[in-house]
């Protein structure tokens, strides 16, 4: 029971962050050589970059889970592209000899003539005993060739399924996780605010 309760706490933790803060600000008000202007103004100050920073590394951390890379590296992109130089065309002719060949199976036929029509039977039958040898090398080769791409199929059914899940558990991560940290970013910069108007 006591492992659910923190647990249950532990999802509003922007909250609970937040609480310990406002108990700090309220005791060192209470210190003689604080005046409440001078520290509200300087709390504010603090907050405010302090909730720019979350919310910014909030942003950073969600650029990193999609495009595997930062602010810091959008940034380090946006000055290199500078236009700054002059770009330089070259043309370049010159010329060449493309040669192109091609490689086969032949297949053709001829007409052959035999002196009685037993030779001429004989040669039917070879004939027809060499088409059905290679009408089941076709097929044996064919029905390999099947479970080949059967087995790549599954293979890479398998893989789109894990990459779906994986891709399930980013998003959740990305919409769930990153919004408590925005949350305490945003609570300090609208308690900065409040600490500014009351300066």
């Not at 290679?134 to 080949?148: H, T």
């Not at 959740?172 to 910069?189: D, P, V, W």
Request: net charge positive; with cysteine; proline share 2%.
């Amino acid at each position: 029971m006591l492992k659910r309760i923190v647990a249950w706490l532990m999802q509003g933790w922007p909250v609970l962050a937040f609480l310990p803060l406002l108990a700090i600000h309220l005791l060192i008000l209470e210190l003689p050589w604080w005046t409440t202007e001078s520290f509200n103004k300087l709390l504010a100050l603090i907050l405010q970059i302090l909730g720019g920073l979350i919310i910014l590394d909030s942003i950073d951390s969600n650029l990193g889970t999609f495009k595997q890379y930062g602010l810091l590296t959008l940034f380090k992109r946006w000055i290199k592209s500078f236009p700054h130089k002059r770009e330089v065309i070259q043309i370049v002719s010159g010329g060449g000899v493309v040669r192109s060949g091609s490689s086969g199976e032949a297949h053709g036929s001829y007409k052959q003539t035999f002196a009685n029509v037993e030779d001429t039977l004989k040669y039917l039958q070879e004939q027809i005993d060499c088409l059905q040898q290679k009408i089941v090398q076709d097929k044996k080769f064919m029905l390999k060739k099947i479970d080949e791409t059967k087995n790549e199929l599954q293979s890479e059914n398998k893989k789109t399924i894990d990459d779906i899940k994986s891709l399930s558990g980013i998003l959740e991560n990305f919409a769930i996780g990153s919004i408590k940290q925005q949350l305490f970013g945003f609570m300090l910069l609208i308690y900065s605010a409040v600490l500014g108007f009351l300066s």
